[in-house]
């Protein structure tokens, strides 16, 4: 106990490199979903060409940086998707891609099921389409559900179908999980963040307290559904789930975003969280290793309004993506606090005190249905 | 086979490890496990397997005092288990 105990304080003191790193290789995708943490619509004229990726993967091989999370935007519409795939692969970086699954036909799916050091997840955020549909567009479960037959059809088992927890949802769990089960998939579910589009739907969509119980119960019993560590603001409600149970923020995670910027997690696209760029002279080594917001992450954090809870040291106080788009301080509680700690601080912050959304590439006004979806 | 501090043993061929501040990084490429060493001291003791004839002399090697070689043995057979090192011949 007390190694792993010295593990984690070694943790957030930062590693020689990431271990989970997410790259994000293109901002174009062919969908909206109305929680995009990455406002992802349009391709950006300055995304890192063929070269310049693969550079980036010469530079995480020789990090030993020993796969990554790849995602975007949709990586699949990139023309070079599965060249930079081989390439990865080939140089000992295994990749986990996120994806709609408007790409995986059956020849894609027999192609990656082929493939060593390749993992699929794919995104649906409800067990129907009327649920799916209604977040992340008409057609969208269709098409996720085509790809997974294609996938079990080519012989992948143990592939991930991902969902956001959202108020939506966090009924259907048992169906979700039955769905998983049916295809010899794995379930993963994370946290609904107000990141990019999600700061406008988060209001809407967060669960409740009584469904973030209902989500930490449920987890408890199924230790083998994975969750990427995102639900660790709820080890407040006793055991801890498992997992690292850390913000990992530039100290074992990061962001590589599709024009090259180093950003601290996936969740905090903004240029507050922005460390530096893969283009920039040292490379990502430099930023991940040298950069001043990530030196700043790594020193000791503290409790803030939270040091007189007694609940801090299973929470870490929570989300610092969640804090900062909401407007709370950093140093306080996560705004979804199994305490209600959050949500009377939220009372007290202006619409103004939230800032500003982070590099955004919607295809135009999302129009956000801010109304329940009918049953 | 369960783990016998007697018998020879190696970093597992499919295994890389990683230099960290605490130790090490070991990763599987085959079943993708990430497997933490947690001292220095135990990333010698696996990087020293492969040049001697048993687990136990390869702590010999390094001087680990021999009432500590529980807690190594203990180390190594979950190590074993996971994969990271294997038995050779």
């Known amino acids: 106990m007390a190694a792993s105990e010295r593990l984690v304080e070694h943790f957030k003191t930062g590693l020689s490199a990431p271990i989970c790193l997410t790259w994000e290789l293109t901002y174009a995708c062919n969908l909206a979903c109305v929680h995009c943490l990455s406002s992802s619509g349009r391709r950006d004229p300055r995304e890192l060409d063929t070269d310049e990726a693969k550079r980036v993967i010469d530079e995480l091989q020789a990090m030993q940086v020993f796969y990554v999370n790849v995602g975007g935007g949709e990586p699949t519409v990139r023309p070079d998707f599965f060249e930079l795939l081989d390439y990865a692969v080939g140089h000992d970086v295994g990749v986990k891609f996120s994806t709609n699954g408007v790409r995986i036909d059956r020849a894609v799916a027999h192609r990656i099921a082929a493939m060593d050091y390749v993992d699929v997840q794919v995104s649906i955020d409800g067990v129907d389409a009327a649920s799916n549909d209604h977040v992340r567009g008409a057609g969208s479960f269709a098409t996720a559900r085509r790809a997974m037959d294609n996938l079990a059809e080519a012989g992948f088992a143990g592939f991930k179908i991902s969902v956001v927890m959202t108020r939506h949802n966090v009924d259907q769990l048992d169906a979700l999980k039955a769905l998983a089960d049916d295809y010899r998939a794995q379930l993963r579910i994370t946290r609904l963040r107000p990141s990019g589009r999600g700061a406008d739907t988060w209001d809407e969509l967060h669960p409740t307290q009584e469904q973030q119980r209902q989500i930490y119960f449920w987890l408890l019993d199924r230790p083998d559904v994975l969750t990427g560590d995102s639900f660790f603001h709820l080890s407040a409600l006793g055991a801890p789930l498992p997992g690292l149970n850390l913000c990992g923020a530039g100290r074992v995670v990061c962001l590589i975003d599709p024009v090259g910027d180093v950003y601290a997690c996936p969740f905090v696209l903004h240029d507050r969280f922005k460390a530096g760029n893969v283009r920039e002279a040292g490379g990502f080594t430099r930023v991940w290793r040298e950069s001043a917001l990530f030196t700043e992450l790594r020193e000791p954090a503290s409790a803030g309004a939270c040091s007189s809870c007694g609940m801090y040291d299973a929470c870490q106080g929570g989300c610092m993506a969640a804090k900062f788009f909401t407007g709370l301080p950093l140093d306080g509680p996560d705004p979804e606090c199994v305490f209600g700690h959050g949500e009377r601080a939220l009372a007290g912050v202006g619409a103004e005190e939230r800032p500003s959304p982070g590099p955004g590439h919607s295809r135009g006004p999302v129009f956000v249905e801010l109304t329940r979806r009918h049953e | ?89």
């Open chain 2, 1 to 89: 086979m369960s783990f016998d501090a007697e018998r020879p043993y190696r970093l597992n061929p499919k295994v890389a490890l990683r230099p960290e501040p605490f130790g090490a990084l070991a990763y599987h490429f085959g079943n993708r496990r990430l497997t933490f060493l947690k001292t220095a001291r135990m990333v010698e003791v696996v990087r020293a397997l492969e040049h001697h004839p048993s687990a136990r002399a390869a702590l010999r090697s390094l001087a680990v005092p021999e009432r500590e070689w529980p807690q190594y043995e203990r180390a190594l057979a979950a190590l074993a288990e996971s994969e990271v090192i294997d038995g050779r011949e």
